[in-house]
């Protein structure tokens, strides 16, 4: 079994910051990319940064210079640095990663619970 847990969410006014973790734990033998992804009402899933397993990261253009993945593969955690926060990144946020349990030889696609960022005066 394996589980992914986000934290980190909450109300914040425009301009100011957030930083969203997610920990994945349970029967892990490696983690691939990690990603972070949001969900506005009435929208579908999009996909806004990207953590490689060998450090590379890429990020939707609506984020980029404003928002920052890293991750600490000692402690399975992703981290999403969120600054300069605008009224549109309101969402539930996703984490997901691709995730080798022992004794398997693939990667399945694993989903948190999200956490809820509302950005409003």
């Known amino acids: 079994q394996v589980h992914l847990v986000e934290s980190g969410g909450g109300l914040v006014q425009p301009g100011e910051s957030l930083r969203l973790s997610c920990v994945a734990s349970?029967?892990?033998?490696?983690?691939?990319?990690m990603d972070w992804y949001v969900q506005a009402p009435g929208n579908q899933r999009e996909l806004v940064a990207v953590?490689?397993?060998?450090?590379?990261?890429n990020y939707a253009d609506s984020v980029k210079g404003r928002f920052t993945i890293s991750r600490d593969n000692a402690k399975n955690t992703v981290y999403l640095q969120m600054n300069s926060l605008k009224p549109e990144d309101t969402a539930v946020y996703y984490c997901?990663?691709?995730?080798?349990?022992?004794?398997?030889?693939?990667?399945?696609?694993?989903w948190g619970q999200g956490t809820q960022v509302t950005v409003s005066s």
């Open positions: 997901h990663a691709n995730i080798r349990s022992f004794g398997s030889n693939r990667y399945i696609g694993y």
């Open positions: 349970g029967t892990i033998s490696s983690i691939g990319a």
């Open positions: 953590s490689t397993s060998i450090g590379g990261t």
